[in-house]
């Protein structure tokens, strides 16, 4: 199994490349789209690159659960409730969603997931 340092190398290559940010910028704290620009477009992009790197499968929605931020189950005027937040924690165990929670926007939810988010879904993935 790689090591974390292995993962996180991987992993900024892959964000480097999908979305053309200097080294440097991907830090483990920096937010997949506030600080490095990632669009939903992108996404797709970072997950095949992850994938190929890491010889992993990522299922649809496994690492941007995005269809709850779009269920009405889930999200009220535009603000994901208790049962959302319950369901993006237990989709998202390797997620701080500590200040997502403080103000649970739907809007907010983009500037949530971080390099550090992103290496330990990795983590998980080749662990398992």
Same mark, same amino acid.
């Given at each position: 199994m790689p090591s974390r340092d292995e993962i996180f190398e991987k992993v900024r290559a892959a964000l480097v490349d999908a979305l053309g940010v200097d080294e440097e910028d991907v830090t483990p704290e920096a937010t997949m789209v506030g600080d490095l $620009? +990632?669009?939903s477009i992108d996404f797709l992009d970072i997950v095949f690159r992850l994938e190929k790197a890491f010889s992993i499968k990522i299922p649809r929605g496994e690492l /941007? *659960? %995005?269809?709850? @931020?779009s269920s009405s189950e889930f999200v009220a005027d535009g603000k994901v409730n208790a049962a $959302?937040? +319950? %369901? @993006?924690?237990?989709?998202? *165990? /390797?997620a701080d969603l500590t200040k997502f929670e403080a103000n649970p926007s739907v809007q907010n939810f983009a500037n949530t997931l971080t390099v550090e988010d992103m290496v330990r879904y990795v983590e998980s993935k080749v662990a398992g």
């Amino acid at each position: 199994m790689p090591s974390r340092d292995e993962i996180f190398e991987k992993v900024r290559a892959a964000l480097v490349d999908a979305l053309g940010v200097d080294e440097e910028d991907v830090t483990p704290e920096a937010t997949m789209v506030g600080d490095l $620009g +990632a669009e939903s477009i992108d996404f797709l992009d970072i997950v095949f690159r992850l994938e190929k790197a890491f010889s992993i499968k990522i299922p649809r929605g496994e690492l /941007f *659960p %995005e269809d709850v @931020l779009s269920s009405s189950e889930f999200v009220a005027d535009g603000k994901v409730n208790a049962a $959302g937040i +319950a %369901e @993006l924690k237990s989709r998202m *165990p /390797f997620a701080d969603l500590t200040k997502f929670e403080a103000n649970p926007s739907v809007q907010n939810f983009a500037n949530t997931l971080t390099v550090e988010d992103m290496v330990r879904y990795v983590e998980s993935k080749v662990a398992g």
